[in-house]
């Protein structure tokens, strides 16, 4: 029986092979919000993997809308035409879908990259003051960020929406929004950071507000032309938190407003939560958002094994994974899941005569022949 993990999907009109994303993933390297040459190593890495979907990472909206200095952005021109030349690259080597996430950090932007050790940044230091939905900071210790006035608002929602526009310039096939780990958009969900008592805070309506009229932004510039989805954090893992129960009423309202997709992370807007790790960890809050959904449903995780993402999506649990951590350490982890699993994946002609003697072939119809 063919394997369900390399099954086609469609994410609204976006057609892809098999049901393997690669997750957005941070890599701290951009130059004032522009890729540079480690981009085009990691994304051409990436694009050759054979995975379905390759997502660029957290994109921000505003400058000081980043996490760090070194995070990508696509608020200039500048940064436009970086990303077009990687962008450029990839679709000569690769026919993957690329889409991208667009963010804004708020609370948490203004940081040292992870292995300056990811503090808050002061102004000596490259850093700015951090926006946030109440001026509550991350971390005790940490001054606290400035709560966003109405003015605030309307920028940011109209500078996710100049991002969307030059993402369709770009050519890129989808558009991710990032509502989770403790930035902006989450804030305002969560009523650990978000105090507000204004339309944008206290009952939850009113907390799903600045997430809605982003969506609602950036899909009326996009005017179906791609698909738009979100990512979530499945619940905050503090009591009184933004939890599962909450996220399924988002869920619903994104769906019916247009949404194409969701991908259900968790965590990452309180300090002291406590995560219990393990192999699919998060995999049973996508399985409660696909039951109260139509449109797919992405799960991510610690998701590392072949025969744990196809019992994953074979089970009904999800209607694609995402993987991040296992796809830098092992880039060709798609070819090990279709040798493993019995599937085909998409491989650049330059390499198919890597694999071991003895192994099953791959990569569909090619034949190699050698004089």
Not at 116 to 139: I, M, R
Not at 289 to 316: D, N, Y
Not at 321 to 337: D, E, F, H, S
């Amino acid at each position: 029986m063919p394997s369900k993990l390399f099954s086609a999907i469609k994410l609204g009109k976006l057609e892809l092979p098999n049901r393997i994303m690669i997750s957005p993933m941070c890599q701290y390297s951009a130059v004032e919000g522009s890729a540079t040459d480690w981009h085009l190593a990691h994304l051409g890495s990436m694009a050759l993997s054979g995975a379905g979907f390759l997502c660029v990472e957290a994109t921000h909206v505003e400058r000081e809308g980043r996490i760090t200095p070194g995070c990508l952005g696509l608020y200039s021109d500048d940064n436009e035409a970086a990303l077009a030349r990687v962008l450029k690259e990839i679709r000569a080597i690769s026919p993957i879908a690329v889409g991208i996430q667009l963010a804004h950090a708020g609370r948490k932007g203004s940081s040292a990259v992870p292995w300056a050790g990811g503090q808050l940044l002061d102004a000596a230091h490259g850093g700015w003051t951090p926006l946030a939905p109440s001026a509550l900071p991350q971390k005790p210790e940490e001054p606290p960020p400035r709560a966003m006035d109405e003015a605030d608002i309307r920028r940011v929602i109209a500078a996710f929406r100049a991002s969307a526009k030059r993402a369709l310039r770009l050519g890129l096939q989808a558009i991710e929004l990032h509502l989770a780990h403790g930035y902006l958009a989450h804030e305002f969900l969560s009523p650990l950071s978000n105090q507000r008592s204004d339309q944008y805070g206290g009952a939850l309506e009113n907390r799903l507000r600045f997430s809605m009229e982003v969506f609602d932004a950036v899909m009326a510039e996009v005017n179906g032309a791609v698909p738009v989805g979100a990512r979530l954090s499945a619940t905050d893992w503090i009591e009184g938190g933004w939890d599962i129960e909450q996220s399924v009423i988002l869920g619903k309202k994104l769906e019916a407003a247009g949404c194409a997709f969701l991908d259900v992370s968790s965590g990452g807007v309180a300090w002291n939560q406590k995560i219990p790790l393990g192999p699919g960890y998060q995999v049973p809050f996508a399985e409660r958002m696909k039951r109260e959904v139509k449109i797919p449903v992405i799960s991510v995780g610690l998701i590392t094994e072949p025969a744990q993402a196809q019992e994953i999506i074979a089970s009904g649990k999800a209607d694609m994974v995402a993987l991040a951590r296992g796809m830098l350490y092992n880039p060709r982890w798609p070819w090990r899941a279709a040798i493993e699993l019995g599937g085909e994946v998409k491989g650049p002609e330059q390499y198919w005569r890597c694999l071991p003697s003895g192994t099953p072939h791959i990569f569909g119809d090619a034949k190699v022949g050698q004089r």
